[in-house]
Each structure stands twice: as structure tokens, then as C-alpha cells.
């Protein structure tokens, strides 16, 4: 009896002892899985995006969960067509609830519901008689920890107006509209990096954690339909150097510089966007630039009726 009593305590010892190498080898799976994931996050030189959540503080906060949209004015010298145009640009920052699901702005509020720094950025200017217009949209998580869920670009000018639009799934879903033959109804999918859209907005929450090195980057929807190139990652070299983030894109023949406040909350004071422009052997290296004219806090979506338009005197805007 007592012989038997001994065995059946071996046996269920050895079975625990089965199911407890079992579960340690199962949890190094799954720390090599996070490990992993985590590892998908970084580039050959730093990590692109946090792989952890972080708090807003308390200075983003009351910043930025005011009920008021930042928006920014400034002079702009934009290169089309071999030439340098003057112009306006217009930096609108906001949070916004957004939905992850069919990502776009939330009625209402919802633990669903991911809290996204929206910027909408438009530019304005004249090529001879005729008129252009470019706005981007980039909602790019609070959080900081993942790529901007959705971003969208549309460009009207007198020959016509195309639109481009990107919605982060389990790929980067990609749909374009142009006039132009070669370039007409598109739609493709992207495996995911860096998309220089989100830098904009990544730059506002914490320039610390800006990608830099050698890394790949989709740049901007504004620039490969200026320039008709194709929407992908092209390999690039990103610098910090104090408050100037760079980025080289030698395949493009194509710099971008912004020049941010050092301190919270961090507004951009300017950029310098180097690209060829023009036709063919006469295309050559011009240099956009843009320069802040004024800032301003408002809940501008309010601000509609006649007398409001004091407001664009404030911002120096025709």
C-alpha cells in the first residue's frame, strides 16, 4: 500500500514537473514573441517609435486637451516648375477621438475610441495665372508608440486635383486618384515603416523619439505627387543636431530640414525642403522654404461668422 501511494506521488511529481518546464519554455516563446515585436519597431540605428505607452504629462495635457486647435502661419517660397513661387502655409494642430476601426474622427467618446494628434497642413500659392492648393491630413496616436493610422493628401490646381489616401491595417493600404493616364485610379499595400507624414506630428509629442540613421522612409504624399514618383519607402539618412531634424533621401536627390522649439510645446519654426524641379535635362536643385509668421490657440471651427476674420489679420493671411 504504501509502495503504491509512493509511486503515484513519482508520477504526479514528474507531471508537474513536465508541465512547469512546459509553461517556462511557453513564456520564453512569448517574451521572444514581444522581443520580436518589438524588434520590428527599431531601425539599423535607433528605434523609430516607442514599443511601450506612455502617459501624456501634464504640460501635454493642458496644452493640448484645452478644446483649442494650434495654428500656425507661414511665409512659404514653394519650387514648381524650375521657379520659386511665393506663398502661405498653414500648420493646424488638434486632438481629435478617432476611431480604429473605419478610422475617422469619433462622433462621440468611447473607451474604443484612440486619442490622435491630427495635422491638417496646407500650402497656397500661384504658378503664373493659376492657382495651387495642398493639404495633408496625418492622425498619428497620442500615444507614440505606433504609425499614424490614416493619412490623406489632395492637391487642386486649374488642370485638375488628385487625391491619395492611407489607411494603417494590417498593412499600409494605399489608394491614389489622379487625371494624369499613368497615374489614375491605384490601389496597393505597403509593408509598414516610416512614413515622413507622421514625422510631423511624432516631432510635436517628443523630438527625442524621432528616428535617426540610416532607416527607410515613405516620404511625403505632397512631394511624390509634385514630383510623380511612386509611393513606397526609399532609403534615407535622418540627424539630430539640436533643434534641426534632417532627413537625405540620396535616390530622390531630395533634403527636408525642420527647425522645432526646443522646448515644450515644441512648434515648428521653419523648414527647408531641397528637391530638383522642372522638366527633363532643365530640371534643378531648388529650395523650398517656409518661415512662421504667427501662432495662435483657437477652437477655429467655431470661428465662421464674418467678424472672425480678424483672426487670418492675426495670422498674416491674405
Keep these: 500500500m504504501i509502495q503504491s501511494f509512493k509511486k503515484i506521488v513519482k508520477v504526479e511529481l514528474a507531471f ?7 509553461s517556462l519554455f511557453a513564456s520564453c516563446k512569448k517574451e521572444t514573441a514581444s522581443k520580436t ?16 505607452e506612455k502617459e501624456p504629462s501634464k504640460a501635454f495635457k493642458n496644452y493640448w486637451y484645452a478644446g483649442e486647435a494650434e495654428i500656425s502661419s507661414y511665409k512659404l517660397e514653394q519650387a514648381r516648375y524650375g521657379e520659386i513661387r511665393s506663398g502661405q502655409a498653414v500648420l493646424i494642430y488638434v486632438t481629435e477621438d478617432f476611431l480604429p476601426d473605419v478610422q475617422v474622427k469619433a462622433d462621440g467618446q468611447s473607451a474604443n475610441n ?3 494628434l491630427k495635422l491638417n497642413a496646407t ?17 498619428y496616436p497620442v500615444s507614440n508608440n505606433k504609425h499614424a493610422i ?7 490646381e486649374w488642370c485638375g486635383h488628385v487625391y491619395s489616401q492611407l489607411n494603417n491595417k494590417a498593412q499600409f493600404e494605399v489608394m491614389s486618384h489622379s487625371y ?22 511624432q516631432l510635436r509629442i517628443d523630438p527625442k523619439s524621432l528616428p535617426t540613421g540610416d532607416i527607410e522612409i515613405i516620404p511625403s504624399f505632397e512631394y511624390t505627387r509634385l514630383r510623380h514618383v511612386p509611393i513606397k519607402a526609399y532609403k534615407a539618412s535622418a540627424t539630430m543636431q539640436n533643434n534641426v531634424y534632417s532627413i537625405s533621401y540620396p535616390e530622390l536627390n531630395r533634403t ?4 522645432f522649439n526646443p522646448n515644450f510645446p515644441y512648434d515648428i519654426l521653419s523648414w527647408e525642403e531641397a528637391f530638383k524641379s522642372g522638366f527633363g535635362a532643365n530640371a534643378k536643385v531648388l529650395k523650398t522654404k517656409a518661415t512662421k509668421l504667427k501662432t495662435i490657440k483657437s477652437a477655429y471651427w467655431g470661428k465662421n461668422s464674418n467678424k472672425d476674420e480678424i483672426l487670418r489679420k492675426e495670422l498674416q493671411l491674405k
Design 180 to 201: 494624369f493616364e499613368g497615374e489614375a485610379d491605384k490601389s496597393f499595400n505597403l509593408d509598414k515603416t516610416i512614413l515622413e507624414n507622421e514625422l510631423w506630428t
Design 37 to 52: 515585436l518589438a524588434h520590428h519597431l527599431e531601425t539599423p540605428s535607433t528605434i523609430a517609435l516607442p514599443s511601450e
Design 114 to 116: 484612440v486619442s490622435v
Design 16 to 22: 508537474y514537473t513536465i508541465i512547469a518546464i512546459l
Design 256 to 259: 527636408l530640414s525642420i527647425t
Design 150 to 156: 490614416k493619412i490623406s493628401s489632395s492637391m487642386q
Design 123 to 139: 500650402k497656397k500659392f500661384n504658378t503664373g495665372i493659376y492657382p495651387y492648393s495642398i493639404m495633408q491630413s496625418t492622425f
